[in-house]
Antibody
Framework: QVQLVQSGAEVKKPGASVKVSCKSS????????MHWVRQAPGHRLEWMGW????????SYAQMFQDRVSMTRDPSLRTTCMELSSLTSDDTAVYYCVRMSPNDSLVWGQGTLVTVSS | EIVLTQSPGTLSLSPGERATLSCRASQSVGSSYLAWYQQKAGQAPRLLIY???TRATGIPDRFSGSGSGTDFTLTISRLEPEDFAVYYCQQYGRSPWTFGQGTKVEIK
């Protein structure tokens, strides 16, 4: 059974960066891309990008292209998403998500990032 | 990118009634990689349906999904009080993953 456990809530000042981690337990850590999705208050879910845990290859949504970085550490079964140049518009809950072997989807519990001066 | 359009925006129904939610894609969703979620205020999305029609673990059988290609439907056969929430569809067959804007099911 795949489970994803994310790091805790963060409060950041405008212009800062935030790094959110996602630890995977269960089978097939490297077999499925890890995606990151966010949801700002009152908004729909928004895809940010993916990382291939096996190769480290990434693909980012155009709107985040210049300030997002996704990394992984297979030895720790952990992937990370770092977002820089934060503004109040980046206040959101951030989720890691991946497929499971039966084509279902597994979500982390979410990490609230608050950007405030 | 595949755009998902959900309708209606809001559905006002009474407990015990049937709810039918629609999700239309701007192009075909590959291999029916279409999911439905329920979300309540302050909570993470809860996966209901994946692969267009397969219920996730622990989801009651009053929830059912159908459709293929560009037209998908989530049906709640008899609304229970805990079913009043916002519902989202998502396609995960093609990158980038995309989500619908949501349908709110509210108590009439």
């Amino acid at each position: 059974q795949v489970q994803l456990v994310q790091s805790g809530a963060e409060v950041k000042k405008p212009g800062a960066s935030v790094k959110v981690s996602c630890k995977s337990s269960g089978p097939s850590f490297s077999a499925y891309y890890m995606h990151w999705v966010r949801q700002a208050p009152g908004h729909r879910l928004e895809w940010m990008g993916w990382i291939n845990p096996s190769s480290g290859a990434t693909s980012y949504a155009q709107m985040f292209q210049d300030r997002v970085s996704m990394t992984r550490d297979p030895s720790l079964r952990t992937t990370c998403m770092e977002l820089s140049s934060l503004t109040s518009d980046d206040t959101a809950v951030y989720y890691c998500v991946r497929m499971s072997p039966n084509d279902s989807l597994v979500w982390g519990q979410g990490t609230l990032v608050t950007v405030s001066s | 990118e595949i755009v998902l359009t959900q309708s209606p925006g809001t559905l006002s129904l009474s407990p015990g009634e049937r709810a039918t939610l629609s999700c239309r894609a701007s192009q075909s969703v590959g291999s029916s990689y279409l999911a439905w979620y329920q979300q309540k205020a302050g909570q993470a999305p809860r996966l209901l349906i994946y692969g267009a029609a397969t219920r996730a673990t622990g989801i009651p059988d009053r929830f059912s999904g159908s459709g293929s290609g560009t037209d998908f439907t989530l049906t709640i056969s008899r609304l229970e009080p805990e079913d009043f929430a916002v519902y989202y569809c998502q396609q995960y067959g093609r990158s980038p993953w995309t989500f619908g804007q949501g349908t709110k099911v509210e108590i009439k």
